[in-house]
């Protein structure tokens, strides 16, 4: 062991680093001393490259990758804490450094890291059959995977323990796929999938198949089940490969330029007293939030961070893109938009940033699915306040809705649209109710509970029975009820039916087991954002001038995306305020400032009546030259694309 001062080691070269043997030693750092490796020592000592140039940035212990196991993650963590305090060294000095120059730094840090890596040739290694062998010999292991139930239950405790052995630093300390595990190298979750129960799969229709696999991949799959359900994986990938990306793709281009007109950012504050408040409900939801800026309750500007769990349940009031009171329409500043202002390259078009990052990972996780076919663990349904006053989650996997309790004891009819259930009538016909075909019976997204009060109030509350792409449909019990007691139709044509006689500690409704897929994933978020029929626009738009409507609407998008990606805030503020207009009647398709009415576009309306340049970058443009409206369209907003326009 030996000990050095670390701005020793920034000046020394490679070959005098390397002619050092490895050993343990302590370095001295500008804010106290690490006792370490010296090979970990020469990795950090590529870092340092930002403390060579700029001389004046501190030389923490937090600029050495440390003690810990060496992960993917580990150079892009310690390099962000090395990029970040340059930038900080010098940000209220005469000359600061744009961030782009110290991103560009380390791009090229990377890239010497990266060809360096000849240097290490010899330590290449590689995985073999006997590494999956020696892990499925493993005593914990082997256990675990003989005692597995097909139950979800105990598949999650077995993929718990399996994850638990392969990350134990104590074991299996010398094989190859133990050790990817242990450095992030793999993705778990493929890892198990390998040496753990198959578990539930899904078919092609996203419903899930109701005998789960329990061997392994390298156990091997051999009865004529297994083979046959797995068989759907590849099924699925190749349906996922070809139809959805192609359809993802052409989505996200839609996105961006439907987001364009947000062009971009105005550095510094807009002075704005307008506020958006926000209520946040979890850890996910703060760590999106990350970098936002609120008002205290004194006054002041505070900044929201992702380790501030006491933020967690309380409403803030923020400060958002769409109160932002910079003059130029589609613009905002620094301030309303948050510190992710700092990782936006300067000249960028915002829109594009926000939907490229959203849209890239949505097609990264549907081109993920050919490699990670996870065994599906399927939501349990969860109601809100409103609903719960009339329906309580039943049934041991929670996929079932029967009578609240706090209504059992009063008389109550159902009604819901006759579309509902075409075949309603055929259940007169059958002696007994076929419980395979429930389905096929009814399809019920709403029903209205009627309620007859002591009080002597009736009360008519609608409700949702159906979760994303999970349509409700009547159970066999309730059918068998409703054949009983027949139906009665009211005014409008709908069906009524008595609760009378019927057992309230039963289900009504059955969701089905299915998945929510990626392609459901993709037309939900599509359907926000272009609002389709299910979302009201234009002048029937819910008030957007009420902050709480307007943080409403945002926060739907922002915990949509959050079920399947990571999505930052900001992003998502400007996504939805691009879909915003001044007036559908009065033909003001731009992005309104927030002292505007403000309504929902519709997207080929905002595609065709915002920008014309943006119209013809788009799709059909002599349906847009040839509509008489384009050219009734008097206040129409500059994007980007207008340069390529003008002669
Ligand atoms: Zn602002």
Same mark, same amino acid.
């Given at each position: 062991?030996?000990d050095?001062?670390?701005?020793?080691?920034?000046?020394m070269?490679?070959?005098?680093?390397?002619?050092?043997?490895?050993q343990?030693?302590?370095?001295?750092?500008?804010?106290?001393e690490l006792?370490?490796?010296?090979?970990?020592?020469?990795?950090?000592?590529?870092?340092?490259?930002?403390h060579?140039?700029?001389?004046?940035?501190?030389?923490?212990?937090?600029?050495?990758?440390?003690?810990?196991r060496?992960?993917?993650?580990?150079?892009?963590?310690?390099?962000?804490?090395?990029?970040?305090?340059?930038?900080?060294?010098?940000?209220?000095?005469?000359e600061?450094?744009?961030?782009?120059?110290?991103?560009?730094?380390?791009?090229?840090?990377?890239?010497?890291?990266?060809?360096?890596?000849?240097?290490i040739?010899?330590?290449?290694?590689?995985?073999?059959?006997?590494?999956?062998?020696?892990?499925?010999?493993?005593?914990?292991?082997?256990?675990?995977?003989?005692?597995v139930?097909?139950?979800?239950?105990s598949?999650?405790?077995?993929?718990?323990?399996?994850? #638990?052995?392969?990350k134990?630093?104590?074991?299996?300390?010398?094989?190859?796929?133990?050790?990817?595990?242990?450095?992030?190298?793999?993705?778990i979750?493929q890892?198990?999938?390998?040496?753990?129960p198959?578990?539930?799969?899904?078919?092609?229709d996203?419903?899930?198949?109701?005998?789960?696999?329990?061997?392994s991949?390298?156990?091997g799959?051999?009865?004529?089940?297994?083979?046959?359900?797995?068989?759907?994986?590849g099924?699925?990938?190749?349906?996922y490969?070809?139809?959805?990306?192609?359809?993802?793709?052409?989505?996200?281009?839609?996105?961006q330029?439907?987001?364009?007109?947000m062009?971009?950012?105005?550095?510094?504050?807009?002075?704005?007293?307008?506020?958006?408040?926000?209520? %946040?409900t979890?850890?996910?939801?703060?760590?999106?939030?990350?970098?936002?800026y609120?008002?205290?309750?004194?006054?002041?500007?505070?900044t929201i961070?992702?380790?501030?769990?006491?933020?967690?349940?309380?409403?803030v009031?923020l400060?958002?893109?769409?109160?932002?009171?910079?003059?130029h329409?589609?613009?905002?500043?620094?301030?309303?938009?948050g510190?992710?202002?700092?990782?936006?390259?300067?000249?960028t078009?915002?829109?594009?940033?926000?939907a490229?990052?959203?849209g890239?990972?949505?097609?990264?996780?549907?081109?993920?699915?050919?490699?990670?076919?996870?065994?599906?663990? %399927?939501?349990?349904i969860?109601?809100?306040?409103?609903d719960?006053? $009339?329906?309580?989650?039943?049934g041991?996997?929670?996929?079932?809705?029967?009578?609240?309790d706090?209504? #059992?004891?009063?008389?109550?009819t159902?009604?819901?649209?006759?579309?509902?259930?075409?075949?309603?009538?055929?259940?007169?016909?059958?002696?007994?109710?076929?419980e395979?075909?429930?389905?096929?019976?009814?399809?019920?997204t709403?029903?209205?509970?009627?309620v007859?009060?002591?009080?002597g109030?009736?009360?008519?509350?609608?409700?949702?029975?159906?979760?994303?792409?999970?349509?409700?449909?009547?159970?066999?019990?309730f059918?068998?009820?409703?054949?009983?007691v027949?139906?009665?139709?009211?005014?409008e044509?709908?069906?009524?039916?008595?609760?009378?006689?019927?057992?309230?500690?039963?289900?009504?409704?059955?969701?089905p087991?299915?998945?929510?897929?990626?392609?459901?994933?993709?037309l939900?978020?599509?359907g926000?954002?272009?609002?389709?029929?299910?979302?009201?626009a234009?002048?029937?738009?819910?008030?957007?001038?009420?902050p709480? *409507?307007?943080?409403?609407?945002?926060g #739907?998008?922002?915990?949509?995306?959050?079920?399947?990606?990571?999505?930052?805030?900001?992003?998502v503020?400007v996504?939805?305020? #691009?879909t915003?207009? *001044?007036?559908?009647?009065?033909?003001?398709?731009?992005?309104?400032?927030?002292?505007?009415?403000?309504? $929902?576009?519709?997207?080929?309306?905002?595609?065709?009546?915002?920008?014309?340049?943006?119209?013809?970058?788009?799709?059909?443009q002599?349906?847009?030259?040839n509509?008489? *409206?384009?050219?009734?369209?008097?206040e129409?907003q500059?994007?980007s694309?207008?340069?390529?326009?003008?002669?």
């Amino acid at each position: 062991m030996f000990d050095i001062d670390a701005r020793k080691v920034l000046t020394m070269t490679y070959e005098e680093m390397v002619a050092i043997p490895h050993q343990l030693v302590r370095v001295k750092f500008d804010d106290g001393e690490l006792l370490t490796g010296w090979r970990q020592t020469i990795y950090s000592w590529y870092l340092w490259e930002f403390h060579r140039q700029y001389p004046n940035t501190p030389l923490n212990m937090n600029h050495h990758i440390g003690n810990k196991r060496f992960t993917k993650g580990t150079t892009l963590t310690t390099g962000n804490k090395c990029l970040w305090s340059t930038y900080d060294a010098y940000v209220h000095t005469p000359e600061p450094i744009e961030v782009e120059t110290l991103t560009e730094l380390f791009y090229r840090i990377n890239n010497r890291i990266f060809n360096e890596t000849d240097r290490i040739e010899e330590y290449i290694t590689t995985l073999s059959a006997d590494d999956f062998i020696d892990i499925l010999d493993h005593p914990k292991i082997q256990e675990l995977n003989e005692n597995v139930q097909p139950n979800p239950l105990s598949i999650g405790s077995v993929y718990k323990g399996i994850t #638990a052995v392969l990350k134990d630093e104590h074991e299996l300390s010398r094989n190859w796929l133990a050790k990817a595990v242990k450095s992030d190298l793999v993705k778990i979750g493929q890892a198990l999938q390998c040496v753990g129960p198959r578990g539930f799969l899904t078919d092609l229709d996203s419903h899930q198949f109701h005998t789960p696999i329990l061997r392994s991949y390298a156990a091997g799959i051999y009865d004529a089940y297994g083979c046959a359900v797995e068989s759907r994986s590849g099924a699925k990938s190749l349906i996922y490969n070809k139809e959805l990306i192609k359809d993802t793709e052409y989505f996200n281009r839609e996105m961006q330029l439907l987001c364009h007109p947000m062009s971009g950012l105005v550095h510094g504050d807009c002075g704005t007293t307008r506020t958006m408040p926000f209520n %946040i409900t979890d850890a996910r939801q703060l760590k999106g939030l990350d970098g936002k800026y609120y008002v205290g309750e004194d006054g002041k500007l505070k900044t929201i961070h992702a380790w501030d769990k006491e933020l967690i349940g309380k409403k803030v009031m923020l400060r958002a893109v769409n109160c932002c009171e910079v003059k130029h329409r589609g613009y905002v500043c620094s301030t309303c938009y948050g510190d992710l202002a700092l990782s936006v390259p300067k000249s960028t078009n915002l829109g594009h940033v926000a939907a490229t990052e959203v849209g890239g990972k949505i097609t990264q996780r549907v081109l993920s699915n050919k490699h990670l076919d996870q065994s599906s663990l %399927i939501e349990k349904i969860s109601l809100d306040a409103f609903d719960s006053r $009339f329906m309580q989650v039943m049934g041991k996997d929670g996929s079932k809705l029967g009578v609240a309790d706090a209504i #059992a004891n009063r008389p109550i009819t159902l009604t819901f649209a006759r579309e509902c259930t075409p075949y309603l009538a055929d259940i007169k016909a059958v002696d007994e109710i076929p419980e395979h075909a429930l389905p096929r019976y009814s399809q019920i997204t709403q029903v209205t509970f009627n309620v007859l009060h002591e009080s002597g109030n009736m009360e008519s509350a609608t409700v949702n029975v159906a979760v994303s792409s999970r349509i409700g449909y009547f159970t066999a019990a309730f059918l068998k009820h409703v054949k009983n007691v027949n139906w009665e139709l009211t005014p409008e044509g709908n069906y009524e039916i008595t609760l009378d006689g019927w057992d309230m500690k039963r289900p009504i409704f059955a969701l089905p087991m299915k998945q929510m897929n990626m392609m459901d994933f993709k037309l939900e978020v599509e359907g926000m954002l272009k609002r389709s029929k299910a979302y009201p626009a234009g002048k029937n738009s819910p008030d957007l001038s009420n902050p709480q *409507v307007m943080s409403d609407e945002i926060g #739907a998008l922002f915990d949509l995306l959050n079920k399947r990606i990571d999505a930052n805030f900001a992003h998502v503020e400007v996504m939805i305020q #691009a879909t915003l207009i *001044v007036s559908e009647e009065d033909r003001d398709y731009r992005i309104p400032h927030p002292w505007e009415n403000r309504q $929902f576009g519709r997207f080929t309306d905002i595609m065709r009546f915002r920008s014309i340049s943006g119209a013809l970058a788009y799709e059909k443009q002599a349906d847009t030259l040839n509509n008489p *409206v384009s050219y009734l369209v008097k206040e129409r907003q500059s994007t980007s694309y207008d340069e390529y326009l003008r002669v």
